[in-house]
């Protein structure tokens, strides 16, 4: 059995409830590592799909709170285009979209200067 077969049909289920907004601004502790867990299936297999490199999402994304919050935000789109009552246009404009994040994400990505196999924790002035 393909291990994506099981996140495949995660990802199905979702589609057709309502879009799985977080302000993780009011989460505490166990209620973030289980949100960052839920978006964590849903960012690999994004970066699976689309064949997303480090460049665009570190391995250590979760460490930073601007992807996290940009991630998190693409997601909840996704879903919202695949809903049940969705436009047929949807798609199309999560895909609009999907550059635009794509682009924000890069740019973090590179100020944060995180590599395939090394984090580097932001700075807290």
């Known amino acids: 059995m393909d291990p994506n077969d099981e996140l ?14 977080v302000s993780w601004r009011d989460l505490d502790t166990t209620r973030t590592r289980e949100e960052l867990e839920r978006l964590s299936e849903w960012v690999n297999w ?23 919050e ?11 285009c ?10 199309l404009a999560f895909h609009r979209d999907l550059t635009l994040a794509l682009r924000r994400l890069r ?3 590179s ?3 995180c590599t395939r196999t090394n984090h580097r924790p932001e700075r807290v002035d």
């Open 46 to 68: 994004a970066i699976h799909r689309y064949r997303l490199d480090h460049k665009v999402i570190p391995p250590c994304w979760p460490e930073h709170g601007a992807l996290t």
């Open 111 to 113: 100020l944060l200067g």
């Open 82 to 91: 695949y809903q049940e009552d969705a436009a047929p246009s949807d798609p």
């Open 70 to 80: 940009e991630l998190s935000a693409l997601r909840t789109f996704w879903e919202a």
């Open 107 to 109: 740019d973090w990505s």
């Open 8 to 21: 495949v049909r995660a990802l199905a289920l979702a589609v057709g409830t309502d879009p799985y907004v």
